[in-house]
């Protein structure tokens, strides 16, 4: 017995080091934060004062995982033995190590200061066939777009050229005409490379304009991205080329950080890692928004692979990243996946299943979705994915050329849509990362009744930019000795124009009564007009704003149908009249508390009439205009009569 125990240890320790050997790359779990030198109440020691800003501006708290991992714990674990550190990660308070020394892992493992080290890569340069790198769609997985119609050519500023379609189906036109093309805005795109991205002509311009503000490569711990796998590069093209007539991105003005986080030949969780560590990157650079065309389920060692109940927002490494840079107020937008068509797994993967990300499925240019577009929902029943955008296929840059050519993937009708979120949160950034997604949900085709292949739909950025309007408007009325006044504030730009209408209780229709052009850049404004209800019955007027933006888009603002249950009438009948002596015009003021048939007759010295009008004065106040000034000078005689009855005789002097 004793000598089969023994055998039985002796296979199990052997098979434990046959385990270890696959790995060369770990993750060390830490306890805590303890004896760290960075301090709460100095945040720009770790962050940049345009990451501390974007924390004050949206209220953001700066809490303890914001505070870098402790060097002290990094250090112990780099002296432990024969061991490179990779990265961190202060959001999950973790590092990520390169070893093959046992000794170092156990002595580290000792640590107190250390939950434990778990495997998540293998040796450096293994050419292992990866399972799982679903970057790019089969190409077989669709059709190509069709042939463009009168329609899709409706009038812009930008000649999109091969990419009108997949603009113009989300209504991003709209947001480029009136000035939107993420200009000052800034994105984080984590991918597998950007192979050429600084020669080819399609990003011409954002090199003139020095769009890229820094690059880092997570796999091999470098500066350099330009020659590495070509997927980033294309995702990039969806969003920043600008060559009009032939490709213009959705947000070709946008300043660019590219980050490499994805190593293309093996896939382990250890990508996750980098991609959390660009994150943290980004968000301590103060960067708003993020695209990655990224995702995981399954490893080139199945025992690290996760299953559908992971899929949850809550257990992957990247799901926690994605979710942690949306809480500190990051617009994280992922590809939901293509695996659509996969007969063992057609679900979507991590980190799309993150619960505070805008996670993308793809459709073709007329809104039919791709069959490699992977299903939702997540494990939790989050609507999953959260929108769709145009992937399938959707135009995007050659590697080689720089010129159009098709390609089929979430993974492109991820950055098409984060371009687009990028415009809008430029025109709104008032308000913060999850009101935009929020907006742009509603704004989808199928916001009411939202499905596993499409999530809320196809947004459209003018609906979602009328909705962000109206979330920003806000109205004050008043009512004081009968007159209204109307306050409000909102955001109007020169070619937009603000009317206030109005309807009494006797009128079937609004009318306009007051119309403010708007003038300038966007931005909020005030305004105020008072409104004489002297004409107003008992029962009632109501106000609503209409506001119009350019030629093609009208709307009533939320909340401005106001109610007066009033009345304005006077106390009793009246009539009076001046100047007198006259030069110009008499005014007669009536004043009626019931409505009755009116005649005013003017007459000269010799008893001859020389003006005369007669008219239905209904209850209320009312002005006459009498025009005397082709009158001869000399005195005359002002009568008035109601209901054929003389009311009021007046000597005036012209």
């Not at 990094?74 to 990779?86: Q, Y």
């Not at 890569?121 to 769609?137: C, Q, R, Y």
């Not at 809320?456 to 009325?477: H, R, S, W």
Request: charged share 15%; hydrophobic share 40%.
């Amino acid at each position: 017995m004793n000598k089969i125990l023994a055998i039985f240890s002796i296979l199990l320790l052997f098979f434990q080091q046959q385990t270890n050997a696959q790995y060369s790359r770990y993750i060390i779990r830490l306890k805590d934060k303890g004896t760290n030198p960075y301090t709460l109440a100095n945040p720009v020691q770790y962050l940049s004062q345009k990451a501390v800003d974007r924390r004050t501006k949206y209220n953001v708290a700066i809490d303890s995982t914001d505070l870098p991992v402790t060097p002290r714990y990094i250090d112990s674990i780099r002296l432990a033995g024969n061991v490179t550190i990779l990265n961190t990660s202060k959001w999950l308070n973790q590092v990520a190590i390169r070893t093959t020394d046992a000794a170092a892992l156990a002595k580290i493992n000792s640590f107190p200061f250390v939950i434990a080290a778990s495997p998540v890569g293998s040796f450096a340069g293994e050419t292992i066939v990866p399972v799982n790198k679903k970057l790019d769609a089969d190409l077989t997985q669709g059709n190509p777009p069709p042939s463009p119609g009168p329609e899709d050519f409706v009038e812009s500023i930008i000649n999109y050229g091969k990419s009108n379609g997949q603009v113009k189906i989300h209504q991003g036109s709209f947001l480029h005409d009136h000035g939107f093309k993420g200009e000052g805005m800034q994105m984080a795109v984590l991918d597998a490379g950007f192979f050429h991205y600084l020669s080819l002509p399609t990003f011409d311009s954002v090199r003139l304009n020095n769009q890229i503000l820094g690059t880092w490569d997570f796999v091999n711990n470098e500066a350099s991205v330009d020659e590495d796998y070509d997927h980033g590069m294309k995702c990039l093209s969806t969003i920043a080329a600008n060559i009009p007539g032939v490709l213009v991105g959705t947000a070709p003005k946008t300043s660019f950080y590219l980050y490499r986080t994805e190593d293309v030949f093996s896939e382990y969780p250890i990508e996750e890692q980098n991609w959390v560590a660009g994150m943290e990157r980004a968000d301590s650079l103060g960067v708003p928004v993020s695209s990655t065309s990224l995702g995981y389920n399954r490893f080139d060692n199945p025992a690290l692979d996760y299953t559908y109940a992971d899929m949850n927002g809550n257990t992957s490494i990247s799901a926690r990243g994605a979710d942690m840079a949306a809480r500190k107020g990051m617009l994280v937008v992922i590809a939901a996946g293509n695996t659509g068509n996969d007969p063992t797994w057609n679900q979507l993967i991590t980190p799309s299943d993150a619960d505070s990300v805008l996670s993308v499925g793809a459709v073709d240019t007329t809104g039919i979705v791709g069959s490699f577009s992977a299903y939702g929902p997540s494990s939790d029943g989050q609507v999953k994915p959260s929108v769709a955008a145009v992937g399938s296929p959707a135009y995007v840059a050659n590697s080689f050329t720089g010129l159009p050519e098709l390609g089929f993937g979430t993974s492109y009708a991820c950055p098409n849509m984060a371009g687009l979120v990028t415009c809008l949160w430029q025109a709104f950034p008032e308000v913060n990362n999850m009101a935009v997604i929020d907006a742009t949900q509603r704004s989808a085709t199928r916001a009411t009744t939202p499905d596993n292949r499409m999530g809320y739909g196809i947004p459209d950025m003018k609906k979602a930019f009328v909705l962000l309007i109206k979330k920003l408007y806000t109205q004050n009325i008043s009512l004081n000795s009968c007159k209204t006044g109307v306050s409000f504030s909102v955001k109007t730009g020169a070619d937009m124009m603000v009317e206030i209408e109005r309807r009494s209780v006797n009128e079937n229709t609004y009318s306009s009564i007051k119309t403010f052009n708007g003038e300038g850049a966007f931005a909020k404004r005030d305004y105020d007009f008072t409104d004489d209800l002297s004409f107003s019955a008992y029962g009632g007027v109501k106000y609503r704003i209409k506001m119009t933006i350019g030629t093609d888009t009208t709307f009533y603002l939320d909340s401005m149908t106001v109610n007066y249950i009033q009345s304005c009438l006077p106390s009793a009948n009246n009539i009076s009249m001046g100047p007198n002596p006259v030069a110009n015009d008499l005014f007669i003021n009536i004043e009626r508390t019931t409505a009755a048939k009116m005649d005013i007759v003017v007459t000269n010295a010799l008893g001859q009439k020389v003006f005369t009008k007669t008219f239905q004065q209904p209850a209320g106040y009312n002005v006459q205009a009498v025009p005397m000034a082709g009158m001869s000078r000399g005195i005359y005689f002002v009568t008035v009569f109601v209901d054929g009855k003389r009311e009021v005789v007046k000597q005036v002097m012209r």
